[in-house]
Structures are given as C-alpha cells and as structure tokens.
Nanobody, 128 residues
C-alpha cells in the first residue's frame, strides 16, 4: 500500500522558516517524483514544487522560487520542503504527492493534481 505522511508544519512568524517532511512507503522511491502542493481556505490547491527522486531534477512555481527548496533523502524514502522567508499568504495545508518524473520536470501541476497518492497534509500558519 502506497503511503505518504507529511509532518513539520506549525505556527511561525512572518520571515521565519519551516522544514516539511514527506515520509513515504509502499513503492520504489527512485522510480517516482515527489511534488508539494498547498491549499488555503477557500482557494484551489496550488502546485509549488516537484523533484525527481532518481536524479534530483527540480521544478518550482514562481510563487515560491527563491524561498522554498525541495529535496529528498532517498535512503529514508523521504521528501522535504524547506520554506524560508515565510509570509502570511503562505498559510495553508501543505500536501505531498507521488507522481511521475516526466510531469515533474515540466511542472505540469494540473496533471499531477489528478494523482491519487496524496498525504493528509500538514498545517502551516504564518502570523504577521
């Protein structure tokens, strides 16, 4: 059974940092990519970043480029999202999703969002 579980969210002041983790199991980690999305109340799910687990190729949405860094620890089958310079508008539930490398490389978040293998999410709240 494919499982993904996010952790590391919390309450932080504007300008602060958080590191989210996405622990995975049930599949061969190196054959896939991990993407991060977020969903704020009343808003659509937004694709943020993606990483190809086998070679580390990454893609970032413009909204987080330069502030967020995606990475993996393949020995632990875990993905990470380092978030710096956080803003109140970054407040949302953050999810990781297993996806396929070709979609990740081109940042096709509209296609990635249709995948079934999502974590339950972790809440990030940024106070002003």
């Amino acid at each position: 059974e494919v499982q993904l579980a996010e952790s590391g969210g919390g309450l932080v002041q504007a300008g602060g940092s958080l590191r989210l983790s996405c622990a995975t199991s049930g599949f061969t980690f190196d054959e896939y990519a991990i993407a991060w999305f977020r969903q704020a109340p009343g808003k659509e799910r937004e694709g943020l970043s993606c990483i190809v687990n086998s070679d580390g190729a990454t893609h970032y949405a413009d909204s987080v480029k330069g502030r967020f860094t995606i990475s993996t620890d393949n020995a632990k089958n875990t993905g990470y999202l380092q978030m710096n310079s956080l803003r109140p508008e970054d407040t949302a539930v953050y999810h990781c999703v297993r996806t396929h490398p070709p979609l990740c490389v081109i940042g096709d978040y509209d296609q990635i969002i249709a995948y079934d293998d999502w974590g339950r999410g972790t809440q990030v709240t940024v106070s002003s």
